[in-house]
């Protein structure tokens, strides 16, 4: 019998984590560890409110998976049906697949991606980093403090007030600078995203690299009358979820953002990604505020991704597993977990 544990991790946070959504200053995420035979992995969940989840709720869920016999599974196959069965949240759903999969590489003597059955990554990996949303006053001594220059990509949040006078800020300090745009659903409509994106298109200096998910997920239909009109390509984040029809989301969008803690595993993030290769679409890796633990589980799938946003472990002050370490905008893992 395997035995789990989890423990709440109180993570102050580097800097004011702003989205169109929500701001917070601290993360409670949660650590997985599974224990049998010698052998022990981790893994970490990291809530999300979008969808509903919250550290007591998925801590509340883990004891009633404990009382089911989450500790009688002992093969993935078993772990894999106990969930479909229980159908935790995604990012519990995550910790647990990725700690018992960090055990049984351990036990095998193998890596997760010989595991997994995918390339591993030829070297280090090239993130993008995140400027949340701020004052435009703010956005000079944020990059310097953060150095930001470093990063091959940018990452600007915003929302649909602020977007183009953050915009126009960010393109001054660094044009050229390719940037990653992403909305969070800030955009009610097609028309209000047009009248804004008409304006941001002006600015000098400015260079998109991609749109991610500027209207609601429920404006399937928007999505496609604006599809190829934006002069950029347009990525989903909250519009794939694990009922997503890909053909359709082919029909919206141009790439995909997979993040690993929503899609609540290795084996789904696996097939969000080779179902959006189907469908000739980019596909782009992202990630929640985590530690550096669930961002060495996402370098571990990187090859397959056009593009890495890995920088949540970034955010995190006294982050600490260490278990990637960043140089140059440059990803690498630290150890193996």
Not at 121 to 125: N, R, S
Not at 127 to 139: H, K, Q, R, Y
Not at 153 to 173: F, Q, S
Not at 296 to 309: E, G, H, K, N, T
């Given at each position: ?7 709440p ?19 409670t995420n949660?650590l ?7 052998h022990?992995g ?27 016999g ?12 106990f ?6 949240a995604?990012a ?20 997760v991606?010989a595991?997994?059955?995918v390339?591993a ?5 090239p ?13 000079a001594?944020?990059?310097r ?7 091959p ?21 660094l ?19 047009r ?5 941001i ?8 690299r ?7 997920a429920?404006c399937a239909a ?28 082919a029909?919206?969008?141009?790439g995909?953002?997979?993040k ?6 290795y ?11 189907a469908?000739?679409?980019q ?12 961002i ?14 890995l ?6 002050r006294?982050?600490?597993f ?12 630290a150890?193996?977990?």
């Open positions: 019998m395997l035995t789990w544990t989890l423990t991790l109180q993570l102050p946070l580097r800097f004011t984590w702003k989205i169109a959504r929500n701001a917070s200053t601290t993360k949660l997985l560890q599974v224990s049998g035979g010698g022990t981790r893994g970490e969940a990291a809530p999300n409110i979008r969808y509903h989840e919250t550290p007591e709720g998925l801590q509340e869920q883990f004891g009633q998976l404990l009382a089911a989450l500790g009688h599974c002992e093969t993935l196959a078993e772990l894999t049906h969930l479909a069965r229980y159908k935790p995604a519990l759903r995550f910790a647990l697949e990725s700690a018992f999969i960090h055990r049984e590489v351990a036990r095998l003597e193998q890596s991606p595991f997994l059955g390339s990554p030829a070297g280090p990996v993130t993008a980093a995140t400027l949340p949303i701020m004052e435009p006053g703010e956005v001594g944020f990059v403090a953060q150095g930001l220059s470093r990063f990509l940018l990452k600007i949040k915003v929302n649909r007030a602020g977007a183009l006078d953050l915009l126009r800020e960010v393109t001054r300090l044009p050229g600078h390719p940037l990653l745009i992403d909305g969070n659903e800030a955009w009610p409509d097609a028309d209000s995203l009248q804004s994106w008409e304006q298109q002006r600015l000098p200096g400015l260079r998109v991609l749109l991610e998910q500027p209207l609601p429920t928007d999505y496609r009358a604006l599809k190829g009109r934006l002069g950029c390509p347009v990525f989903a984040d909250e519009s794939v979820t694990d009922g997503a029809d890909f053909a359709d989301i029909r919206q969008f141009d995909v953002n997979m690993l803690m929503k899609a609540g595993g084996g789904n993030g696996l097939r969000i990604l080779r179902e959006t290769r469908q000739g679409l596909t782009m890796l992202g990630c929640m505020v985590e530690t550096s633990l669930g060495w589980s996402a370098l571990q799938i990187s090859a397959l991704a056009d593009v890495c946003d920088d949540g472990f970034l955010i995190v006294d982050e600490p260490g278990m990637v370490r960043e140089e140059g905008g440059m990803l690498a893992a150890k193996k977990e």
